[in-house]
């Protein structure tokens, strides 16, 4: 496939998923459903919760000078019906046709995923005559990437926290040795000749794990009861408020009055992996490499 085939895939895609967004927010607009929102530790209710998650759902581009970099944390539910349901599934399956239309065109560009904003750069501009957000110049394509939960079967209740997790990868000794040699040759200096002393007093098979801390994330607990009186819960992250089928007039599941904090709280949740526990002072800080230690 050649790159300008795949971009007019990219294109075609980010179209139809605009399209299905804007039928998804009218749709949800036109019901009379109850609806719960937070933002920046505030409660937002009713039809101003619904008016603001269809404005959440929709933002495809970043605002203004908003950092690229930061995604806003909104979180709550929208009560749907079954139509609301169903637009939503539109929604998603859109939203994976883009991100696969995005994978074919980095391959037929050679372009790795560092380089995705090149790609972002050109859908802005291509897709500028037929899109009505000229103020917006910047595509969130981590937004556009994002689903929408739905629950068709609505919980007996929902509960939210803050949640700091991280990315844990297995690590040689040999691959941590050849990383603290590249660091070396492009400059290096005594805290890296540290670093490979160190390494080298371990065993070849001395287990070591690469952390990476991710961004701090909201997730919402789900529990549903059984008919044999079985509770099944649910754990999903919260990035965007998600749809339960709701009957008009009916209440949203049980869901507490208060937002979370704007902020997560600080304190580190220690690394635990199978049989083992990493030691929390990396061994090797440059490449955030930690020791195992085995649990007593």
Not at 11 to 18: E, G, K, N, T, Y
Not at 65 to 81: I, K, P, V
Not at 258 to 264: G, I
């Amino acid at each position: 496939m050649s790159a300008e085939v795949a971009l007019g895939d990219v294109l075609l895609a980010f179209r139809r998923l605009v399209e299905a967004t804007g039928r998804l927010t009218e749709t949800l607009m036109g019901e009379q459903r109850p609806a719960w929102v937070c933002e920046d530790g505030a409660v937002i209710e009713g039809a101003a919760a619904r008016e603001h998650a269809c404005a959440l759902y929709a933002a495809y581009f970043h605002a203004g000078s908003e950092d690229g970099r930061e995604t806003r944390r909104a979180y709550g539910m929208l009560g749907a019906s079954e139509a609301a349901l169903e637009r939503v599934r539109l929604v998603n399956d859109e939203k994976t046709r883009f991100a696969a239309a995005m994978r074919a065109y980095q391959r037929a560009r050679g372009l790795r995923r560092a380089l995705r904003e090149a790609i972002a750069t050109e859908i802005e501009s291509s897709a500028r005559g037929w899109l009505r957000w000229s103020g917006h110049s910047r595509l969130h394509l981590n937004h556009i990437y994002r689903h929408i939960h739905r629950f068709d079967a609505p919980p007996q209740q929902v509960g939210f926290s803050w949640y700091r997790g991280s990315s844990i990868k297995r690590v040689t000794a040999a691959e941590a040795e050849d990383a603290l040699l590249r660091l070396a040759r492009k400059g290096g200096g005594p805290h890296i000749d540290a670093q490979l002393a160190t390494l080298g007093a371990l065993r070849a098979d001395t287990p070591l794990a690469r952390v990476q801390r991710l961004r701090p994330a909201i997730r919402a607990n789900l529990t549903w009861q059984e008919a044999d009186g079985t509770t099944v819960s649910r754990t999903v992250r919260a990035a965007l408020p998600f749809l339960v089928r709701c009957d008009r007039g009916s209440p949203l599941p049980r869901h507490p009055e208060q937002a979370l904090p704007a902020e997560p709280p600080g304190s580190e949740a220690r690394l635990v992996r199978s049989d083992r526990i990493i030691d929390p002072e990396p061994l090797l800080p440059s490449l955030r490499v930690h020791a195992y230690q085995r649990r007593a």
